[in-house]
């Protein structure tokens, strides 16, 4: 069921506050033909790039001696090379180092990667809570502190189009539909990425999110701030990241969740604090003045 109370708060505090939608700089995002991660902006996402790097140097290191031994063996030992093959069947100190060395090429992986695992389930004490609930096929967020509350369609979902989309057709991307990512203060290649409405966040801020479903299992991810939480009907998880750099970051739901699972994105808007409790105050001033109203949120236009 769509959240009402709070959208036209929500409308008001990005219109009064036009740098949150129109100049924020669009960073965690996926980019054709790219291969490594997205920009790590905060600790969790650099502990996990730094520990992929490493165990990627182990991994070639690997690969490479084996790959030596086997050439070595296929010219030293070949049927011309060494026509009487040898009838041994053990060899107990290249047993022993076989069994004693990737015990301790585990042991080493272990103590980097737990206490970046521990990191990420060691929920810190937060300065911001949010608490957000997965749907078929959208998601719903909750800032309890602030009584601000409102749900996050992708934007060309039918939920978010009303007059003068009669050009848009639902889930396809169209001139109209490029058109109305621009009025929403996106890039064109941002469909399937941009929603409706965003979460905001500040900056340099702990920021714990309570995850959880009403209906089948979905994940909340941002790849850029290293998390990622499945979100089990009946249960509450939680997660925890402090942004270090403003900007809009994406994700998508990472659990297979029915027909439309390619259609529930994420989008994550850091801002400074102060702009942040600009975009509380208004949208709580404006729930005050006007309470409900039954229309859909969508980002301040960048015109």
Known sequence: MRILSTLMGLWAAFSALPAIAQDAEHLGKPTDKGLGFQPAVTELSRDIQSLDSMINVIIFAIVAFV????VI??????????PTPAKFTHHTPIEIIWTVGPILVLV????FSLPVLFKQQEIPEGELYI?????QWYWTYEYPEQELEFD???????????????????FKLNDAMRAKLVEAGYEEDEFLLA?????????????VMGVTADDVIHSWTIPAFGVKQDAVPGRLA??????????????QCSELCGKDHAYMPITVEVVSKEAFAAWVQSAQDE????????????VASAN
């Open 152 to 170: 996050s369609y992708m934007l060309g979902h039918p939920a978010t189009l009303g007059e003068g989309d009669d050009d848009i057709e639902a």
């Open 238 to 251: 939680q997660l925890w990241f402090k942004a270090e750099k403003e900007g809009v970051y994406f994700g």
């Open 73 to 82: 063996c296929m010219v030293r030992f070949n049927q011309r090379a060494n």
């Open 287 to 298: 729930l005050a003045v006007n309470g409900t109203v039954a229309a859909t949120f969508q």
């Open 131 to 135: 608490k957000v609930t997965g749907h």
């Open 67 to 70: 790959a030596i031994l086997l």
């Open 195 to 207: 929603t409706d409405t965003r979460v905001i966040v500040p900056i340099d801020t702990v920021v």
């Open 108 to 111: 080493f992986i272990g103590a």
